[in-house]
C-alpha cells in the first residue's frame, strides 16, 4: 500500500487569494486523483493529475481555477485559485497503479475561506 | 456514465450485531468496486475491494456481496464494534476509469 502525505492539513485564507496543495506519495505511482468534499457529503473528482502532461479534468471543474502540476511519479499540486468562501471544502489527493486493485488517499486538507 | 448510489443516508446498531450497508451502481460496465472508511477528519480508508467476476470477497469481520444481475453491491460488517462507526463509501469503475463514489452511508454503533 501506499502512503500519501498532503500538506497543509489545513488552512483558512482570504477570498480572492490562491492555495497550493501538496501531495507526496512514498512511491512511484502511475496514477495521481484530486477529489474535493464538501461538507457532508461524498467525494468528487477535480481532475487526473498526469505526469508530463496536463490534467483532464471533470465536467464543472477548469485548468484557469484548479491549475495542476505532477512533474514526477511522486509527487502532484493542486492550486484553487481565486478563492471564493464555496471553495471552501476539503480537498482530497489519490494514487494508485494500473493494474492494482487500490487507490489510497491522503488525509486530506481542510480549507476554509473567509 | 457511472452512477453509484447508496439506499440509506444512516444506520444505528447496537454493539455486537451484523451491520449492512447497501449499494447500487447504474454502470452495468463497472468491473472494479472499493468499500472505503472515513472517520471524521481524516481521508477515505480502504476496507475491501471486489472485481465484477465475483460475487463474495471476505475480509476480516468484512464481506462484501456483489449482485451485477441488480447491480447491487453490500458490505457486510460482522459483530460491530464501537470502533466502526464512521462514513462508509462504495466506489465504482470501469476499465482505467477513475473511482466514482456514492454518497456515503454513516454508521452508528450503540454501545
Known amino acids: 500500500s501506499a502512503v500519501i502525505s498532503q500538506k497543509p492539513s489545513r488552512d483558512i485564507c482570504q477570498r480572492g487569494t490562491s492555495l497550493t496543495i501538496q501531495c507526496q506519495v512514498d512511491?512511484?505511482?502511475?496514477?495521481m486523483f484530486w477529489y474535493r468534499q464538501q461538507p457532508g457529503q461524498s467525494l468528487t473528482l477535480i481532475a487526473t493529475?498526469?505526469?508530463?502532461?496536463?490534467?483532464?479534468?471533470e465536467s464543472g471543474f477548469v485548468i484557469d481555477k484548479f491549475p495542476i502540476s505532477r512533474p514526477n511519479l511522486t509527487f502532484s499540486t493542486l492550486t484553487v485559485s481565486n478563492m471564493s468562501p464555496e471553495d471552501s471544502s476539503i480537498y482530497l489527493c489519490?494514487?494508485?497503479?494500473?493494474?492494482?486493485?487500490?487507490?489510497?488517499f491522503g488525509q486530506g486538507t481542510r480549507l476554509t475561506v473567509v | 456514465g457511472e452512477s453509484v448510489g447508496l439506499h440509506l443516508p444512516t444506520l444505528s446498531v447496537q454493539e455486537g450485531d451484523n451491520s449492512i450497508i447497501n449499494c447500487a451502481y447504474s454502470?452495468?460496465?463497472?468491473?472494479?468496486f472499493i468499500w472505503y472508511k472515513q472517520e471524521s477528519g481524516k481521508g477515505p480508508q480502504f476496507i475491501i475491494d471486489?472485481?465484477?467476476?465475483?460475487d463474495k470477497r471476505q475480509g476480516q469481520r468484512v464481506t462484501v456481496l456483489l449482485n451485477k444481475t441488480v447491480k447491487h453491491l453490500s458490505l457486510q460488517i460482522a459483530a460491530t464494534q464501537p470502533g466502526d462507526s464512521a462514513v462508509y463509501f462504495c466506489?465504482?469503475?470501469?476499465?482505467?476509469?477513475?473511482?466514482?463514489f456514492g454518497k456515503g452511508t454513516r454508521l452508528s454503533v450503540i454501545a
Open positions: 471486489i472485481r465484477s467476476n465475483m
Open positions: 489519490s494514487a494508485g497503479s494500473q493494474g492494482e486493485t487500490e487507490a489510497f
Open positions: 454502470n452495468s460496465a463497472s468491473d472494479y
Open positions: 512511491s512511484q505511482v502511475t496514477m
Open positions: 466506489a465504482g469503475s470501469s476499465g482505467n476509469t477513475p473511482l466514482v
Open positions: 493529475a498526469n505526469q508530463g502532461s496536463e490534467a483532464t479534468y
